[in-house]
């Protein structure tokens, strides 16, 4: 396949010499003339393990050159990845004027381009939503083509990290492609088919958000280890090798458990637990601020609730779940729990059911904490889907077990449905307002 590659930086500098490593036939293209002559000499501009072999290798193979005409490099190849800067701008948000200033020029190659198709790659990270608020029109506007007619594109993440990039072209942990609804994005699954990894294609916006949140999760997880750690070695703890082996739980902690968007979290081990953790940090006055928001977050997110049922006024309300999951009748700290306070609290009619919750068997130190919650929890709960959906108007999934779906499914009629559980026959029923939570 010839390439061509626009912006020759660390990302730009990788894909060229791995690409050309497939037996790719790529141009490097940059607005730097010192660059563009290293690149062309067979000289890598940037500080990278292996890379300068890799470079050298495909200039003196012919695979490898470098440029500063647009139009050339458009014309000369099929494929062109966009690799240039995206900064961050004086707000916090993303600087696009790179993108958009290279999105330009490439659409007027193409529209002086005759006789074939042009494709065009996002490399670079930008926020979901880029490519077809921003970036589609601005192509399409400048090429003269509509999309899928001459002209594609497509959102193609990268997750390389500096000193070991090029190790993470050849080895990914899968190849994420964005592509338009319908379009299996033959043309990159052809140049991506001799690294050994699975290719995902997905919509865009869900491509170019994937780079955007795998980020942060890295820096969730090191500020997590940073602050865990503090707070450890404060009470005599050799923080490294607890997080050596909470890592060896590939089942719950290092695994996709609890990475599923939805309600908040509850019950009597984890609230408890982050406390109990926070006041070994206030303890030793150690500052935690990121764990110290957990609560605060998660409490936020009930919130978010309650407002999705204010906007539509103060309506007789059917919650489907209480425990705090599903499959127990364990009421503490159940963010369900808290948000039926909120909406009692706020004067809605509402009715609660949940199958495995039955007032009168409740004991413990779980029936204390409801009848102090809700005390007069008995006069609320309802014995079948049919009858919490009797005269209510919106109706909010938490959790539902299996064999109570199909009455919960032909119970709903002209409601307004705020799933938190993201049960996909709630979202696919007729004749419903349907509300995700995060989807």
């Known amino acids: 396949m010839r390439i061509s590659v626009f912006g020759i930086g ?11 490593e497939l037996g790719h036939e790529i141009v490097g293209v940059d607005v730097s003339p010192a660059k563009i002559a290293m690149l062309a000499s067979g000289r890598s501009p940037i500080v990278e393990d292996a890379i300068d072999s890799l470079i050298a290798g495909a200039v003196q193979q012919g695979r490898l050159t470098a440029t500063d005409d647009v139009a050339a490099a458009v014309h000369g190849t099929d494929v062109s990845f966009i690799s240039v800067g995206t900064p961050s701008a004086a707000d916090g948000s993303v600087a696009l004027g790179y993108v958009d200033g290279v999105i330009r020029q490439i659409g ?17 990270t930008v926020p979901p939503g880029t490519a077809e608020d921003r970036i589609i029109p601005l192509l399409e506007d400048a090429s003269g083509r509509r999309l899928g007619e001459g002209v594609f594109y ?3 993440p990268e997750f390389l990290r500096e000193g070991s990039s090029v190790r993470d072209f050849r080895s990914p942990p899968f190849t994420l492609i964005g592509a338009p609804v319908g379009d299996d994005a033959t043309i990159l699954r052809e140049i991506y088919a001799a690294i050994d990894a699975p290719v995902h294609v997905a919509p865009i916006r869900v491509a170019e958000s994937v780079k955007h949140i795998s980020n942060v999760f890295h820096a969730v997880k090191l500020t997590f280890a940073n602050e865990a750690g503090a707070i450890l070695a404060a009470h005599g703890v050799d923080a490294r090798e607890a997080l050596r082996l909470l890592c060896e739980d590939r089942v719950l902690n290092i695994s996709p458990a609890y990475l599923r968007p939805g309600f908040a979290f509850g019950g009597s081990c984890l ?3 982050v406390r109990s953790f926070l006041s070994l940090a206030d303890q030793k006055n150690l500052s935690a601020p990121m764990l110290k ?30 425990a705090f999951k599903q499959g127990t009748d364990d009421l503490r700290e159940s963010p369900f729990v808290l948000l039926a306070e909120k909406l009692l609290g706020k004067g809605y009619d509402l009715r609660i059911y949940d199958r495995f919750v039955q007032v009168a068997t409740l004991m413990g130190s779980n029936r204390a904490y409801i009848d102090q919650e809700i005390p007069h929890l008995e ?3 309802v014995v079948s889907p049919e009858a919490a959906l009797s005269g209510t108007k919106v109706a909010i999934i938490g959790h539902i077990a299996p064999e109570d779906r199909p009455a919960l499914l032909a119970a709903l009629k002209n409601h307004v449905v705020i799933d938190l559980a993201g049960i996909a026959d709630v979202r696919a029923h007729p004749g419903i307002a349907y509300e995700g939570l995060c989807w």
């Open 379 to 381: 006069r609320l709960m």
């Open 10 to 20: 660390y990302v730009g500098v990788v894909s060229c010499g791995c690409l050309a």
């Open 271 to 273: 609230p408890k637990d």
């Open 293 to 322: 928001n957990l609560l605060p977050a998660n409490h936020a997110i009930i919130d978010r609730t309650f407002q999705a049922v204010a906007r539509h006024g103060r309506q007789p309300v059917a919650l489907f779940g209480l």
């Open 154 to 156: 497509y959102s193609n």
């Open 108 to 124: 007027a190659a193409v529209r002086a381009k005759t006789g074939r198709p042009h494709t065009v790659v996002m490399r670079s």
